[in-house]
C-alpha cells in the first residue's frame, strides 16, 4: 500500500508539472518572475503566502509552519513562522523594486489536519490563518484571496504571468 501511495504522489507531481516550476519547500520561500511558476505540495496546517506585484510579474511564496516565533533560540530561518516570513518578504519584494500599494497577497492552508489531537487549545492551521491576516494588515499589503481552514490537503500553483493561484485539494 504505502508503494501505491508515493507512485501516486510522484504522478500527481508530474501532471501538473510545468518546465518553469520552482518547488518550494516547507519553511522555504522563492521569488520569481513570470514565465516561472511557483508551486508546493502537501499543504495541511502550514500556511502559505504568496505575494504578487502585477506591474512587474514579480511573485513569491512561502511556506510556513507556526504563526510566530516563540523567542525560543535564535530565528535563523524567517521562514519558518508567519510574523518573521511576512515582514522578510515584503523586504525582499521592495528592494527589488516593487512599491507596496502595488502588492496582492493570498492565502492557502491553515487546515486542522488531525482535530482530535491537540492540547484543547486553538489548532496552529487556525492561529497561522489569523498570523498571516494580522501580519499582513501591519505590513500594508491587501489581502486579496484566501483557501483556508477545514481539514483536508491542498497543493498550490501560483503563475506569476497571471498572479492566478491554483489550490488542488487531497480529498
Do not use: W
Not at 518547488?23 to 505540495?41: C, D, F, G, I, W
Not at 500594508?140 to 498550490?156: A, D, K, P, T
Amino acid at each position: 500500500m504505502q508503494a501505491h501511495n508515493q507512485a501516486t504522489f510522484v504522478s500527481e507531481r508530474s501532471r501538473y508539472a510545468h518546465p518553469q516550476d520552482i518547488v518550494v519547500e516547507m519553511a522555504q520561500m522563492k521569488m520569481t518572475r513570470s514565465p516561472n511558476r511557483l508551486v508546493t505540495y502537501g499543504i495541511g496546517s502550514c500556511i502559505i503566502i504568496t505575494l504578487y506585484d502585477p506591474t512587474k510579474k514579480m511573485g513569491m511564496l512561502s511556506h510556513t509552519m507556526f504563526p510566530n516565533h516563540t523567542g525560543k533560540g535564535p530565528n535563523t530561518n524567517p521562514f519558518r513562522s508567519v510574523d518573521s516570513a511576512v515582514v522578510e518578504m515584503i523586504k525582499r519584494i521592495k528592494a527589488s523594486g516593487s512599491r507596496i500599494e502595488n502588492l496582492e497577497a493570498k492565502i492557502v492552508g491553515g487546515a486542522d489536519m488531525f482535530p482530535n489531537i491537540g492540547n484543547g487549545g486553538m489548532p496552529v492551521g487556525e492561529e497561522n490563518v489569523l498570523a498571516s491576516k494580522e501580519a499582513l494588515l501591519e505590513g500594508g499589503v491587501g489581502l486579496i484571496g484566501e483557501v483556508v481552514g477545514g481539514n483536508v490537503g491542498r497543493s498550490v500553483v501560483f503563475d506569476t504571468a497571471s498572479g492566478i493561484v491554483t489550490v488542488m485539494v487531497k480529498i
